[in-house]
């Protein structure tokens, strides 16, 4: 029964990062408006965001055991 309420409140959780830290990415990158910046920066801002949310999700599969 444990492992069961284990196994839910840790998909939850993960859920529960996930959204934090995509809110956190979109409120760093909030405020700047894009027509302001090049296309390379708006490309490199785009590529950095992806970068960091598969980064948390490597971390992620890396913390489960």
Same mark, same amino acid.
């Given at each position: 029964?444990?492992?069961?309420?284990?196994?839910?409140?840790?998909?939850?959780?993960?859920?529960?990062?996930?959204? %934090?830290?995509?809110?956190?990415?979109?409120?760093?990158?909030? %405020?700047? %408006?894009?027509?302001?910046?090049s296309p390379d920066?708006?490309?490199? %801002?785009?590529?950095? $965001?992806?970068?960091?949310?598969?980064?948390?999700?490597? $971390?992620?599969?890396?913390?489960r055991f």
């Open positions: 029964m444990d492992r069961i309420v284990s196994m839910i409140l840790n998909r939850l959780l993960r859920r529960t990062v996930m959204r %934090g830290v995509d809110a956190g990415i979109n409120m760093a990158t909030r %405020g700047r %408006g894009e027509e302001d910046l920066q708006q490309q490199a %801002g785009r590529q950095t $965001a992806q970068r960091a949310r598969q980064m948390t999700r490597l $971390a992620q599969r890396f913390t």
